[in-house]
């Protein structure tokens, strides 16, 4: 029978990968995402590293598949050609000047911000290639404050994202992030919301996990609340086992026996 599913898209870390695993990624979820793509299917690796740290963490985990397409930063998107991945130059540029524009504004803001923060955490606060303002805090309670004051002082400027993994913090433009990520390749591959399988555990997730994009959705018994209260009430599946072991589950009950073979 013929696989429900035309296009996965994974998150990295904590879902697919975990570090203190071995092998990192289990082998049956390696074997079950090869049939897939043996099948027409096409893999999303859709995850906050850029391309030199995804690399080395999928070279390190020894991975038997390699993804079709990455969005990487939750916002570029690379394709699989060959030996490489190449960037998608329409959506990347586009996704730059977006930035761009966005951060000589916000630029502007980064001391009042920091001097928010220093005087209530010891946290590390530093700007690189993909954000003017990037917070790392010792404890989640911490990033849970931090959180809700950069969203409020950012509520009237729409195309401000907020976006947070765990106790990392980092800002982006509305428009670009691991949903509408999702939304392009879809559309270059040709599948529809129904057609699609999104898997997450953290909250830079929840732009992916929701049916607008992918109607097949999962989260591992590892995801935080949120992210499992989103998928439960928008019909998806949490797994009972954590990681890519939960992943598995996920897509076994999706194919409910089809397209395993
Ligand atoms: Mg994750």
Same mark, same amino acid.
Request: a negative charge; hydrophobic letters at 45%; one cysteine or more.
């Given at each position: 029978?013929?696989?429900?599913?035309?296009?996965?898209?994974?998150?990295?870390?904590?879902?697919?990968?975990?570090?203190?695993?071995?092998?990192?990624?289990?082998?049956?979820?390696?074997?079950?995402?090869?049939?897939?793509?043996?099948?027409?299917?096409?893999?999303?690796?859709?995850?906050?590293?850029?391309?030199?740290?995804?690399?080395?963490?999928?070279?390190?985990?020894?991975?038997?598949?390699?993804?079709?397409?990455?969005?990487?930063?939750?916002?570029?998107?690379?394709?699989?050609?060959?030996?490489?991945?190449?960037? /998608? &130059?329409?959506?990347?540029?586009?996704?730059? +000047? =977006?930035?761009? %524009?966005? #951060?000589?504004?916000?630029?502007?803001?980064?001391?009042?911000?920091?001097?928010?923060?220093?005087?209530?955490?010891?946290?590390?606060?530093?700007?690189?290639?993909?954000?003017?303002?990037?917070?790392?805090?010792?404890?989640?309670?911490?990033?849970?404050?931090?959180?809700?004051?950069?969203?409020?002082?950012?509520?009237?400027?729409?195309?401000?994202?907020?976006?947070?993994?765990?106790?990392?913090?980092?800002?982006?433009?509305?428009?670009?992030?691991?949903?509408?990520? /999702? &939304?392009?390749?879809?559309?270059?591959?040709? +599948? =529809?919301?129904? %057609?699609? #399988?999104?898997?997450?555990?953290?909250?830079?997730?929840?732009?992916?996990?929701?049916?607008?994009?992918?109607?097949?959705?999962?989260?591992?018994?590892?995801?935080?609340?949120?992210?499992?209260?989103?998928?439960?009430?928008?019909?998806?599946?949490?797994?009972?086992?954590?990681?890519?072991?939960?992943?598995?589950?996920?897509?076994?009950?999706?194919?409910?026996?089809?397209?395993?073979?």
């Amino acid at each position: 029978m013929k696989s429900p599913i035309k296009l996965l898209s994974t998150d990295f870390d904590g879902t697919l990968h975990a570090e203190f695993e071995d092998p990192p990624v289990p082998v049956r979820l390696q074997e079950l995402i090869g049939q897939l793509q043996r099948q027409g299917a096409k893999w999303i690796i859709n995850t906050g590293r850029d391309l030199p740290s995804l690399m080395e963490g999928m070279a390190r985990a020894r991975m038997s598949v390699k993804p079709d397409y990455l969005a990487l930063v939750e916002r570029e998107i690379y394709v699989h050609e060959g030996s490489q991945y190449v960037p /998608l &130059a329409d959506w990347n540029a586009r996704c730059d +000047a =977006r930035h761009a %524009e966005l #951060f000589v504004r916000l630029r502007g803001d980064v001391e009042e911000l920091r001097a928010w923060i220093d005087q209530r955490f010891d946290a590390t606060i530093y700007g690189d290639m993909w954000s003017p303002f990037c917070v790392i805090t010792k404890t989640l309670e911490d990033m849970d404050a931090v959180q809700v004051f950069l969203e409020d002082y950012y509520q009237a400027a729409p195309d401000v994202a907020v976006v947070r993994n765990d106790v990392y913090l980092r800002f982006s433009h509305r428009d670009f992030n691991k949903g509408t990520a /999702l &939304a392009r390749i879809a559309s270059l591959v040709g +599948a =529809r919301p129904e %057609e699609t #399988f999104a898997a997450g555990d953290h909250l830079n997730d929840l732009p992916m996990l929701s049916r607008e994009f992918a109607g097949l959705l999962a989260a591992p018994a590892n995801a935080v609340p949120a992210v499992k209260n989103s998928v439960r009430v928008q019909s998806g599946f949490v797994a009972e086992e954590p990681f890519g072991h939960g992943v598995f589950s996920a897509l076994e009950h999706f194919l409910g026996g089809r397209g395993v073979h």
